[in-house]
Nanobody
Framework: QVQLVESGGGLVQPGGSLRLSCAAS????????MGWYRQAPGEERKWVAS???????NYVDFVKGRFTISRDSVKNTVYLQMNSLKPEDTAVYYC?????????WGQGTQVTVSS
C-alpha cells in the first residue's frame, strides 16, 4: 500500500513560483518512478514530469526550463518546483508513484495562476 499526500498548491500571480510536495507513506520498500500529472478544467489529465530512484528526470515540453522535479528518498517525498508560472498552468496537480505493478495517486492540489 502506498499513500500519497500533496501539498503546496495555491494562488499565484503570473510569473510567480510555487513548490509542490508529495509525501509517500505506507508499506513499501522502494518506489522506482514518481512524478506529477495535471488536469485543467474540461481537459484530460496530462503527464508533467517524472523522476526515478537514480534521479533521472523527464519533462513534458511545455514545462521544460520552468519546472524542476526532485526527490528526497530518505523522506520518500517528491517535489515540483514551478517557476515562471503562466495562467495556462492552472490545474489540479496530482502526484503518482509506480510500485508493485500499479500506479498510486494522490488526491491532488489546486494551482491557480491569475492576476
Amino acid at each position: 500500500q502506498v499513500q500519497l499526500v500533496e501539498s503546496g498548491g495555491g494562488l499565484v500571480q503570473p510569473g510567480g513560483s510555487l513548490r509542490l510536495s508529495c509525501a509517500a507513506s505506507g508499506s513499501f520498500f522502494n518506489i522506482n518512478y514518481m512524478g506529477w500529472y495535471r488536469q485543467a478544467p474540461g481537459e484530460e489529465r496530462k503527464w508533467v514530469a517524472s523522476i526515478t530512484t537514480n534521479d533521472r528526470t523527464n519533462y513534458v515540453d511545455f514545462v521544460k526550463g520552468r519546472f524542476t522535479i526532485s526527490r528526497d528518498s530518505v523522506k520518500n517525498t517528491v517535489y515540483l518546483q514551478m517557476n515562471s508560472l503562466k495562467p495556462e498552468d492552472t490545474a489540479v496537480y496530482y502526484c503518482y508513484a509506480d510500485y508493485s505493478g500499479r500506479r498510486w495517486w494522490g488526491q491532488g492540489t489546486q494551482v491557480t495562476v491569475s492576476s
